[in-house]
Structure formats: structure tokens, C-alpha cells
């Protein structure tokens, strides 16, 4: 049970639009990430996130934004979107704060494909 | 930076072995390792922290060695489950108490009856 979840599954959306995806995690964990991974499979951190401070991927456009309106969520906001961001999106949890050595627990992961 | 896994793929008959194999430049705190099947999220299978230590459970078990930032996962008589993509990560500090959890590029493993 990785008691991550997020919505939606599926996302099929024109260029230029603007959409966000959202996860929840119920564990009260504090350390929260959104992942990339594009059609080779190459899984790419995009942000990680506690409740002090967000870290982020220098490499990820600043279209992309995450959002945290409280510890449970992590919703990542993309704006313009172009056909370079279709891939799968993935939410995960681990239960520090980033010390190393933690447990990534993943969402189901939201596929998205800008048209 | 990406650790390197090897092989990139691999195929085997229900029963053989197999191990994979990842390769960090840097100095590292831990490695995991996750397995990934088609359509799914990746899904944790274990965590080695530094001191060499072996882990493993079932048939499948890794080791890491610290001084040559290596991490092998070794799969023994391995079952049709065991296809997917195994992924390692390589723990390493990124400055300001935190760490840097970079994945690699994956392992596509297999099995046929």
C-alpha cells in the first residue's frame, strides 16, 4: 500500500494549455517529489519538497510549478504546455526529510499527452 | 550524475540467474532498487546503505560497495514476476543536509518460460 494517490490517470490536452495534476499522500510524510518519465523510460526528479523548503531540478522549465496548499498534497501545475511534456508523471513520498537513504513509495502515476 | 546500469537488457528462461549491475562517479550514502512493469509505477524492492552491506529477500539480493560506488542485484532462478524494468538509485549529498536520489537509466529483464 503506497497510499499515494493522484488524479487525474489520464490527460489528453492541446498545446498551450494549462493543467495540473494533483497527489495525496496519507501518511502525513514529510518529503513529497514529482517525477518525469518520458517515453525511454528515463525516470527524472522534478521537485522535492518538505514542509521547509522546495528543492528544485535546474533542468525543469519554469512553466512547471509545484503547489502544496498543506502537508498531505503536492499538486504540480504545468502552464503553456508543449508536446515535449507528454510523458508519465509520478508523485512520490518518503518519510524523512531528505537525510538520505529514504524509501520512495510512488504513486500510480498520470499520463500525459499534449496533442 | 546518472549512475550507469548494465546491462540494458536482458532475456531469460524461468529458472536461470541474472544479475544487474549500476556504477555511480560520486560518493554515496545509499542505493536502491526499484522494479517497474509495464504500466505501472515503479515499485521499491530494496536499500543498501553504506558499509557493504548485502541485503535481500526471496530470491532476489543486492550488495554495495561503497569504495567502488557499485551496487550489483543478483536474481536467482527467476520466475515470469520477475520481468520488468529494474531501476537502481544512487543516494548522494547535494549540500545543505540533503541528499540527491538520481535514477538510472534502467534494465529491462525478461523471462520466458
Known amino acids: 500500500d503506497t497510499a499515494v494517490s493522484q488524479t487525474p490517470k489520464y490527460l489528453v490536452t492541446q498545446m498551450g494549455n494549462d493543467k495540473s495534476i494533483k497527489c495525496e499522500q496519507n501518511l502525513g510524510h514529510d518529503t513529497m517529489y514529482w517525477y518525469k518519465q518520458d517515453s525511454k523510460k528515463f525516470l527524472k526528479i522534478m521537485f522535492s519538497y518538505n514542509n521547509k523548503e522546495l528543492i528544485i531540478n535546474e533542468t525543469v522549465p519554469n512553466r512547471f510549478s509545484p503547489k502544496s496548499p498543506d502537508k498531505a498534497h503536492l499538486n504540480l501545475h504545468i502552464n503553456s504546455l508543449e508536446l515535449g511534456d507528454s510523458a508519465v508523471y509520478f508523485c512520490?513520498?518518503?518519510?524523512?526529510?531528505?537525510?538520505?537513504?529514504?524509501?520512495?513509495?510512488f504513486g500510480p502515476g498520470t499520463r500525459l499527452l499534449v496533442l | 550524475q546518472q549512475p550507469v546500469q548494465s546491462p540494458q537488457a536482458v532475456i531469460l528462461r524461468e529458472g536461470e540467474d541474472a544479475v544487474i549491475n549500476c556504477s555511480s562517479s560520486?560518493?554515496?550514502?545509499?542505493v536502491h532498487w526499484y522494479r517497474q512493469k509495464h504500466g505501472e509505477a515503479p515499485v521499491f524492492l530494496m536499500i543498501?546503505?553504506?558499509?557493504?552491506e548485502q541485503k535481500g529477500h526471496d530470491k532476489i539480493s543486492a550488495s554495495f560497495n561503497e569504495k567502488k560506488q557499485q551496487s550489483s542485484l543478483y536474481l536467482t532462478a527467476s520466475q515470469l514476476s520477475y520481468s520488468g524494468t529494474y531501476f537502481c538509485?544512487?543516494?548522494?549529498?547535494?549540500?545543505?543536509?540533503?541528499?540527491?536520489?538520481?535514477f538510472g537509466k534502467g534494465t529491462k529483464l525478461s523471462v520466458i518460460p
Open positions: 538509485g544512487t543516494d548522494a549529498y547535494s549540500g545543505a543536509g540533503s541528499y540527491q536520489l538520481t
Open positions: 560520486k560518493a554515496l550514502y545509499s
Open positions: 512520490a513520498r518518503s518519510p524523512g526529510t531528505r537525510g538520505g537513504g529514504e524509501t520512495q513509495y
Open positions: 543498501l546503505l553504506k558499509g557493504g
